[in-house]
């Protein structure tokens, strides 16, 4: 757990979080997002129910106790004779009023470092099988792509999703 103040002297702290929490990371991650909207029940299966959940790869910040930002990862096999361990980050919001301070930085910074710490020789954001919330970065969240392009993850596919109103 990492415990610092802030520019206003509210503690920041980076911790677990739990099945419990479920409530708080679906309201971070829809506020976050404008274009998806995530339940609760289908953050438990994604996370929860998923074979590879790692309880250690479940992070939130808080300040003063509030659930201010949230992440989670995977490690998956990625060849067939399970030689090489793939990570995958499976989701990261943060709280619209707490954007652009820090957050997705420090929990990228705690899950690569745990990653690593598992063996895992690359990360991937999103899109992971079998059990995933996004099929990839979301082009217009602009500020989520310029950050994990500046921390080195590169494009290695484009997903288009389309839908159509049926009135």
Request: proline letters at 5%; a negative charge; hydrophobic letters at 40%.
């Amino acid at each position: 757990m990492i415990n610092e103040p802030d520019d206003r002297g509210e503690m920041d702290q980076i911790e677990p979080w739990t099945a419990a929490d479920i409530e708080d990371v679906g309201r971070i991650l829809n506020a976050a997002s404008p274009y998806d909207k995530f339940t609760s029940n289908q953050l438990r299966e994604a996370v929860f129910d998923d074979p590879d959940g790692n309880p250690d790869l479940l992070l939130c910040g808080r300040t003063n106790g509030d659930l201010v930002a949230v992440a989670a990862a995977v490690v998956r096999r990625a060849t067939v004779d399970n030689a090489e361990r793939v990570g995958f980050i499976e989701l990261l919001g943060v709280a619209p009023e707490w954007q652009r301070q820090g957050w997705c930085t420090r929990l990228l910074d705690d899950l690569e470092n745990r990653l690593a710490s598992l063996g895992v020789t690359a990360v991937g954001a999103f899109a992971d099988s079998p059990s995933h919330l996004a099929s990839g970065v979301d082009f217009r969240l602009t500020s989520l792509v310029c950050l994990l392009l500046r921390r080195g993850y590169e494009p290695r596919g484009t997903t288009v999703n389309m839908e159509a109103v049926l009135t």
